[in-house]
């Protein structure tokens, strides 16, 4: 994933890392190595996915919070696009995954809505885990604009996505 200058953490977010600070600190130390995509990670993954995707019902934040945009945990078992990805974030950092490994990130959809997943950063690459799709899939294959995401070493700043852009190509015909 092409990542790019800090950026703006989302309104949500910001809302988030108020009323729970410890969600948002710095990770102390040099950021470590991305996980090994192990076998043992992969089931964990897919479980969680495969888990939170099946024990929340969707719910817009104005219908649960009466608010455009309110960033949390699944209330009463409900949620949106956000609550889901922290949920599979919690829930992975439980079971020992690290939260530099864990990244919240904002994506447009194909029809140019926004959208919230949770991207594992690992050395095989990054994946993601999305509340409308129970495969775990590498970025790249999920057709998604990606915009921003947490940065690895601090949960509450963040780092534009770059586009691959195609490279400029020009020929002289002589």
């Known amino acids: 994933m092409p990542l790019g200058d800090p950026t703006l953490q989302p309104f949500g977010h910001r809302d988030f890392c108020l009323r729970l600070p410890a969600e948002c600190w710095p990770l102390p130390g040099l ?3 991305p996980a090994v ?18 024990e929340v019902t969707p719910a817009s934040d104005q219908a649960t ?3 455009e945009e309110f960033w949390s945990y699944p209330t009463s078992g409900k949620g949106d696009c ?6 599979k974030r919690r829930r992975l950092h439980e079971a020992g995954v690290p939260l530099g490994d864990l990244l ?9 809505t926004g959208h919230a997943v949770l991207t594992l950063r690992t050395q095989s690459g990054d994946f993601v885990l999305d509340n409308l799709d129970w495969r775990v899939r590498p970025w790249g294959e999920v057709g998604y604009r990606f ?12 780092v534009s996505i770059e586009r691959d852009s195609e490279p400029l190509v020009s020929a002289v015909d002589k």
């Open 82 to 87: 956000e609550d889901y990805a922290l949920e």
């Open 147 to 158: 915009i921003k995401r947490q940065q690895v070493e601090n949960p509450g700043r963040w």
């Open 31 to 33: 950021p470590a190595a």
């Open 65 to 67: 919070y009466g608010t």
């Open 37 to 54: 995509l192990d076998m043992k990670l992969k089931l964990l993954v897919a479980q969680v996915n495969t888990d939170v995707n099946s």
């Open 104 to 112: 919240m990130t904002v994506v447009r959809k194909p029809d140019g």
